[in-house]
Structures are given as C-alpha cells and as structure tokens.
T-cell receptor
Framework: SQQGEEDPQALSIQEGENATMNCSYKTSINNLQWYRQNSGRGLVHLILIRSNEREKHSGRLRVTLDTSKKSSSLLITASRAADTASYFCATDKSDYKLSFGAGTTVTVRA | DAGVTQSPTHLIKTRGQQVTLRCSPKSGHDTVSWYQQALGQGPQFIFQYYEEEERQRGNFPDRFSGHQFPNYSSELNVNALLLGDSALYLC???????????FGPGTRLTVL
C-alpha cells in the first residue's frame, strides 16, 4: 500500500509560471522527500524535509510540511521546459523504507 | 564520485525464466534498497540490505530474493517470472549518517 498521495495527478502550465503539487500521507513520519523522474528513468532527489521542519528552500524549489495535517507541498517557481517530469513524494518512518505516492505529472509548455 | 549504478539497462525475458539485476551503491553508502515501479505508478519497496543481510522486506513473494556483497553491491533475483513482473526496477543507496536515498537509473525488465 502507498503511504503518500500526490495531488493533482497531472498539471500543465506555461513556461515561467509556478507549479504547486501536494502530498498527503497517513502515518507519522521521520522525514519526507521529493523526487523527480524524467520519462521513466531513475529518480532524482530534490529535497528532504524532516518532521521538525516546516519549510525548506533549494534554488527554485520550496517545500512545506504540515505534520498536523499530514501534508506537504512542493512549489516550483518560474518553471522551465526542463521541469517537465513526474514528481513523487516519499515518506520515511525512520527505517529507510520509502513509501511513494503515484506522482504528479507536470508538463511545462513553451 | 560515481552515483548509484545498475546493470543491465534493459532486459527481456519470457515467463518462467529467472533474472538477476545488479546494483552498485554510491561511494560511502552501506545500505541498499530495491524498488519495483510499474508503469504509471510510484515505486514499491521490495527489500533492503545492510551488512549483507536483509533488514526489511515489503509485500513481495519469495520469488524475489536478494544478496549484498562485502563491497556493499547488491543483486536482485526474481524466479519464475510472471508477466506482471514487467517493470522498472530501481536500486537506492544510503548511509547511516544520512537519510537521503539516492537512486540509480533503473533496469527496465520486460517479461513476454
């Protein structure tokens, strides 16, 4: 069974716009990680946020975590064509076993 | 510094055959996990190896087995292949000092 669920399933935006996707999960976690996957290839790690953190930034990425609502969001600002990919959230209950959602497919139109 | 590597890149097998997939972890990492990703789905945890032993296992049948070698590299073996085993198999490595898991490029297995 999958711990995390991403919303929306798919997102289409114009280049330069911001993209926001959400992740909800069911049980307490140690950390939550976001990954990007291009065309069914390997997963690229984007950012890790721990359960005692509320917000983290990395370049054009901003991640928030609300443990009371068991939810996280990933914001990509000023999107580029190269941001076209599937994005996954994965939760870790401190046992190094990641539970993934089904992902959000983002398409950035030129 | 090489990242996680996997071989082969692609593999085609027929039902009933056996397959072995290989993974070399990122330098300095001692824990290797395997995931199965079916088309259009998120990765599903198969099992994890640490100190050459299976430390955790997901909801996969005994047809799926693995091994970790003293140099921390790992193999995933699948026996009696079924059509439903067709998927992208991903290997991830991590170390005790970090929570981040780094993934390899995956092996695409097609079972005919």
């Amino acid at each position: 069974s999958q711990q995390g669920e991403e919303d929306p399933q798919a997102l289409s935006i114009q280049e330069g716009e911001n993209a926001t996707m959400n992740c909800s999960y069911k049980t307490s976690i140690n950390n939550l990680q976001w990954y990007r996957q291009n065309s069914g290839r390997g997963l690229v790690h984007l950012i890790l946020i721990r359960s005692n953190e509320r917000e983290k930034h990395s370049g054009r990425l901003r991640v928030t975590l609300d443990t009371s609502k068991k939810s996280s969001s990933l914001l990509i600002t000023a999107s580029r064509a190269a941001d076209t990919a599937s994005y996954f959230c994965a939760t870790d209950k401190s046992d190094y076993k990641l539970s993934f959602g089904a992902g959000t497919t983002v398409t950035v139109r030129a | 510094d090489a990242g996680v590597t996997q071989s082969p890149t692609h593999l085609i097998k027929t039902r009933g055959q056996q397959v072995t997939l290989r993974c070399s972890p990122k330098s300095g990492h001692d824990t290797v996990s395997w995931y199965q990703q079916a088309l259009g789905q998120g990765p599903q945890f198969i099992f994890q190896y640490y100190e050459e032993e299976e430390r955790q296992r997901g909801n996969f049948p005994d047809r799926f087995s693995g091994h970790q070698f003293p140099n921390y590299s790992s193999e995933l073996n699948v026996n009696a292949l079924l059509l439903g085993d067709s998927a992208l198999y991903l290997c991830a490595s991590t170390a005790v000092s970090t929570d981040t898991q780094y993934f390899g490029p995956g092996t695409r297995l097609t079972v005919l």
